[in-house]
């Protein structure tokens, strides 16, 4: 079975710029939730999703968004890009939101 | 703010030596305890895990000890192996929802 996949691997974009990250789940998992991961935060939990409905979201601000389609992939957008969001964006599925959590490999984005 | 709080930062071992990770919690309303092992370059994937009701779990080399009163959980790793050098998380599930918060890492290294 294969595994989460996330695209792009890497990115750099410039301050003020938006940028959309793709996650695509296990095969028959329907839940996707999204972290950051910086040195010294850890991860912190952006949004979770289930059958194109976000149910849970994190303490982030409004320029972090996400969706999911109604084939469980899920993306997430970035707008008007600040320094401080440069980090690892990992995400993860399950089969419906709390059992175990296989993670993806991570995007990891430089803001400039 | 942090509601769950890992120590230590970083931890050195001998071969063959136990590895202890901490981590207390703040909020009573967490119901499931993971701990997460990461590797440079790849997502966390689930180590062990525990759920309140429990206090102690084993799974290979790999332990648990669970405090409920006091609130702290802690990892121990037995006969740690150089391939055991990685960053690991410890993290909790809020009760009846699908947000996990995660601990800020300890990054392991186990001297061969």
């Known amino acids: 079975k294969a595994g989460v996949t996330q695209t792009p691997r890497y990115l750099i974009k410039t301050r003020g710029q938006q940028v959309t990250l793709s996650c695509s789940p296990i095969s028959g998992h329907r839940s996707v939730s999204w972290y950051q991961q910086t040195p010294g935060q850890g991860l912190q939990f952006l949004f979770e999703y289930f059958s194109e409905t976000q149910r849970n979201k994190g303490n982030f601000p409004g320029r972090f968004s996400g969706r999911q389609f109604s084939n469980s992939r899920s993306e997430m957008n970035v707008s008007t890009l600040e320094l401080g969001d440069s980090a690892l964006y990992l995400c993860a599925s399950s089969l419906a939101g709390r059992e175990t959590q296989y993670f993806g490999p991570g995007t990891r984005l430089l803001v400039l | 703010q942090q509601q769950v709080k890992q120590s230590p930062q970083s931890l050195i071992v001998q071969k063959g030596g136990i590895s202890i990770i901490n981590c207390a919690y703040e909020?009573?309303?967490?119901?499931?305890f993971p701990w997460y092992q990461q590797f440079p370059g790849k997502g966390p994937a689930l180590l062990i895990a525990i759920r309140p009701d429990v206090s102690e779990k084993k799974e290979g080399r790999f332990t648990i000890s669970f405090n409920k009163s006091a609130k702290q959980f802690s990892l121990h790793i037995m006969d740690s192996q150089p391939g055991d050098s990685a960053t690991y998380f410890c993290a909790a599930l809020y009760s009846g929802t699908y947000k996990y918060i995660f601990g800020t890492g300890t990054r392991l290294k186990v001297l061969a």
């Open positions: 909020n009573t309303a967490f119901d499931y």
